[in-house]
């Protein structure tokens, strides 16, 4: 499932997430994008910024879509590569709204061919 973000307006809130997510600090994740999404109608939750994100993670996400819908915020994720391929393997209904972003082509290389 896809999903698309409109950005913008005072009721919208984008949170940008860095570092790890693991079983250690999920919980305190969860807690900290609550408190930093309370009175948002819309919802951005950028993980494209993690270096590491544990299924614990998942657990989280899926507590923070329950209270979402409960409340009828509109929400989103940007998952980046780390999350994107947790998610693959942990949320196989697509329960969590993703925007899936295509990363940037690296540009061509001239391919290089030693005739001998």
Not at 8 to 29: I, Q, T
Not at 106 to 112: A, E, T, Y
Request: glycine share 10%; aromatic share 4%.
């Amino acid at each position: 499932m896809s999903s698309t973000c409109v950005v913008g307006g005072p009721d919208h809130v984008v949170v940008s997430v860095a570092g790890e997510v693991d079983a250690f600090n999920a919980k305190e994740f969860a807690a900290l994008v609550g408190d930093a999404i309370t009175g948002a109608q819309r919802v951005t939750l950028d993980l494209s910024g993690l270096g590491f994100f544990a299924i614990d993670g998942v657990t989280a996400l899926h507590a923070l879509n329950a209270q979402l819908l409960r409340a009828g915020v509109v929400w989103c994720v940007v998952p980046g590569s780390v999350a994107s391929r947790v998610l693959a393997l942990c949320d196989p209904e697509e329960l969590i709204p993703l925007v899936r972003v295509n990363p940037p082509t690296p540009p061509q290389r001239p391919r290089l061919r030693l005739v001998g």
